[in-house]
T-cell receptor, first 111, second 108 residues
Framework: DADVTQTPRNRITKTGKRIMLECSQTKGHDRMYWYRQDPGLGLRLIYYSFDVKDINKGEISDGYSVSRQAQAKFSLSLESAIPNQTALYFC??????????FGPGTRLTVL | GQSLEQPSEVTAVEGAIVQINCTYQTSGFYGLSWYQQHDGGAPTFLSYNALDGLEETGRFSSFLSRSDSYGYLLLQELQMKDSASYFCAAQGNNRLAFGKGNQVVVIP
């Protein structure tokens, strides 16, 4: 089984809809991250969390919210989706400063 | 703040050597990582440099100069499976800032 899983893998939705992307990890790491990737660009940090009670904004948090339900689960919500939120979303986890382990990604399309 | 600069694309033949450069401006800089990403796939970790110098892992090596805010990834003995995007990522202030990536295309 994969160490970091994301659901759904693909989603098409309409402008104004609420969307939740979920991430689970079995690596026992405390640190979890959400990134988005647009074509031709690197990954940009949306939110990150170092434990269940810790939530921090990244560089592009506007229009997004997160919930850290447990050490293993970190979900990303788009309260009212808009077309420019169409992107590939990755969840990642790490135990420290070096290697981050990424999930397979969620491809989100907002029409 | 954080910003990283990487050139965009390089094409090389199998067996060749490719160097991908990265410059960064990162407050609270801690270390520089490199990730590989195949089309549509998840980024996978290649290497991490916290100290100046060269780290070698098989065919891939990574270098860091903290005084120059510069690093590079060296891909040796290129194979077709090395065709991918390569990202540098600067660790600082408890977060990673990724460069825009460099696409490497390996041809026979």
């Amino acid at each position: 089984d994969a160490d970091v899983t994301q659901t759904p893998r693909n989603r098409i939705t309409k402008t104004g809809k609420r969307i939740m992307l979920e991430c689970s990890q079995t690596k026992g790491h405390d640190r979890m991250y959400w990134y988005r990737q647009d074509p031709g660009l690197g990954l940009r940090l949306i939110y990150y969390s170092f434990d269940v009670k810790d939530i921090n904004k990244g560089e592009i948090s506007d229009g997004y919210s997160v919930s850290r339900q447990a050490q293993a689960k970190f979900s990303l919500s788009l309260e009212s989706a808009i077309p420019n939120q169409t992107a590939l979303y990755f969840c990642a986890t790490t135990s420290g400063e070096d290697e981050q382990f990424f999930g397979p990604g969620t491809r989100l399309t907002v029409l | 703040g954080q910003s990283l600069e990487q050139p965009s694309e390089v094409t090389a033949v199998e067996g060749a050597i490719v160097q991908i450069n990265c410059t960064y401006q990162t407050s609270g800089f801690y270390g520089l990582s490199w990730y590989q990403q195949h089309d549509g796939g998840a980024p996978t970790f290649l290497s991490y440099n916290a100290l100046d110098g060269l780290e070698e892992t098989g065919r891939f090596s990574s270098f860091l100069s903290r005084s120059d805010s510069y690093g590079y990834l060296l891909l040796q003995e290129l194979q077709m499976k090395d065709s991918a995007s390569y990202f540098c990522a600067a660790q600082g202030n408890n977060r990673l800032a990724f460069g825009k990536g460099n696409q490497v295309v390996v041809i026979p």
